[in-house]
């Protein structure tokens, strides 16, 4: 499929056990974006990509891990899942860091920590 | 640091009628963006409109309209001819060109838009 998509789209675990939320985009942009956004709240940014191998920290990176070996793909995970972790994720792209490009997102992974 | 704030949590508009959604930001790069984007029920995020930092002209795109007054850091969203399809939550956001924070986005709290029948 074309476009930004993310896997799995709904996901129950359990307090500890580790995580892998998943993001492929077929655009090749360079850039890629991981987003969690809270009940009744806005985005906040966890990590991001500027190339593969290029990661940085986000307002938000505390208990995540990310990895980018190839351009279309870039996986989040929880290495030991909390119940503050409950949220809804979004990954985004876009082809370049500059103030006029415009983030394409991804429909999001609904995540319980149960 | 950048900051986004929407002070309207929720907003009320009669169908067929104009609404603003405010939103005011905080940088002190000279270069950035200011997006608006709608996000409804189903929960994806959809772009509605793009204001950049040096552009003189306000920005539109079909019924979406974007009064940006770069003097008092302001990009509020106008929606005229309201129609029920547009009641969702709109999120204001920023995106700095240059420097340490360039190609990030900072994202308001958002504002839920109900259109009234």
């Known amino acids: 499929d074309a476009g930004i998509t993310q896997s799995p789209r709904y996901k129950i675990t359990e307090t500890g056990r580790q995580v892998t939320l998943m993001c492929h985009q077929t655009w090749s942009h360079s850039y890629m974006f991981w987003y969690r956004q809270d009940l009744g709240h806005g985005l906040r940014l966890i990590y991001y990509?500027?190339?593969?191998?290029?990661?940085d920290k986000g307002e938000v990176p505390d208990g995540y891990v990310v990895s980018r070996s190839k351009t279309e793909n870039f996986p989040l995970t929880l290495e030991s899942a909390t119940r503050s972790q409950t949220s809804v994720y979004f990954c985004a792209s876009s082809e370049s860091s500059g103030a006029n490009y415009e983030q394409y997102f991804g429909p999001g992974t609904r995540l319980t920590v149960t | 640091a950048q900051k986004i704030t929407q002070t309207q949590p929720g907003m009320f508009v009669q169908e067929k009628e104009a609404v603003t959604l405010d939103c005011t930001y905080d940088t002190s790069d000279q270069s950035y963006g200011l997006f608006w984007y709608k996000q409804p029920s189903s929960g994806e995020m959809i772009f509605l409109i793009y204001?950049?930092?040096?552009?003189?002209q306000n920005a539109t795109e079909g019924r979406y309209s974007l009064n940006f007054q770069k003097a008092r850091k302001s990009a509020n969203l106008v929606i005229s001819a309201s129609q029920l399809g547009d009641s969702a939550m709109y999120f204001c956001?920023?995106?700095?060109?240059?420097?340490?924070?360039?190609?990030?986005?900072?994202f308001g709290d958002g504002t839920t838009l109900t259109v009234k029948p």
């Open positions: 204001q950049g930092s040096y552009d003189e």
């Open positions: 956001a920023m995106r700095e060109g240059y420097g340490t924070n360039a190609g990030k986005s900072t």
């Open positions: 990509s500027a190339a593969a191998d290029i990661t």
